[in-house]
């Protein structure tokens, strides 16, 4: 098991950076994969970005350009740095993590990032 606190969301205009930050209870030298997922007001859950363990990542269309998911694992901590924010990227971030590749993911308890237009 693994718990995930994600930190660094909040409100900025169009066009700023923000970067959130995930630390787990635990190593994540051997978690197979690492995720960002987001979830707008009346929307579904939305995979945003993924890493894997050995830093395979992949990355939604809409965010492809903008937005870099890394992992640090001396820290236990995986960032999201986003880039040229836009008002569709509005939601509440959750931090993943799928520790065998079976897909069961743990989650955080989501960090809320608004960008006003």
């Known amino acids: 098991q693994v718990q995930l606190v994600e930190s660094g969301g909040g409100l900025v205009q169009a066009g700023d950076s923000l970067r959130l930050s995930c630390a787990a209870s635990r190593s994540i030298f051997t978690i197979y994969a690492m995720g960002w997922y987001r979830q707008a007001p009346g929307k579904q859950r939305e995979l945003v970005a993924r890493i894997s363990r050995i830093g395979i990542t992949n990355y939604a269309d809409s965010v492809k350009g903008r937005f870099t998911i890394s992992r640090d694992n001396a820290k236990n901590t995986v960032y999201l740095q986003m880039n040229s924010l836009k008002p569709e990227d509005t939601g509440n971030y959750y931090c993943?993590?799928?520790?065998?590749?079976?897909?069961?993911?743990?989650w955080g308890q989501g960090t809320q990032v608004t960008v006003s237009s």
């Open positions: 993943s993590a799928d520790l065998t590749g079976a897909a069961e993911l743990y």
